[in-house]
């Protein structure tokens, strides 16, 4: 039964980041499954309350796809998702992955946006 059935819901959307350790299917995979958990831990989600996910990652990122790691992960195989490249600008985070998820939440509840590893310094505010 859905925690939320008797509240009225709202759309919202969620920003975060993290960093991979590297290139690899395995770093990407790491860092996408501790993002995609604290999404769904820091907001209380259901994963049936998760719509869409956009990724971006910086251009250094091309071992995998951020989405097709979260789409096997957490029971999230009906999220719509969306792989993108972050426009590069000099001096950025290496190594960064980047979401915006739009999620179904109670009305009155704040997002809580997760800023992990090494893009905790793009929102200190949002650690």
């Given amino acids: 039964m859905d925690k939320f059935q008797n509240t009225i819901m709202n759309i919202s959307v969620i920003r975060g980041a993290t960093t991979s350790n590297g290139n690899t299917k395995e770093d990407i995979s790491s860092a996408v499954h501790e993002l995609i958990n604290e999404l769904i831990v820091r907001n209380n989600l259901e994963s ?3 719509l869409s996910i956009t990724f971006t990652t910086t251009r250094d990122i091309n071992a995998c796809f951020p989405a097709s790691v979260a789409r096997k992960y957490n029971g999230l195989d009906k999220v719509a998702f969306l792989d993108c490249q972050q426009m590069y600008v000099p001096n950025d985070i290496e190594f960064c992955i980047r979401l915006m998820a739009q999620v ?20 200190p505010d949002r650690c």
């Fill in 104 to 123: 179904n939440m109670p009305l009155r509840r704040e997002a809580d946006h997760p800023y992990l590893r090494g893009a905790s310094k793009l929102r």
């Fill in 48 to 50: 049936s309350n998760i």
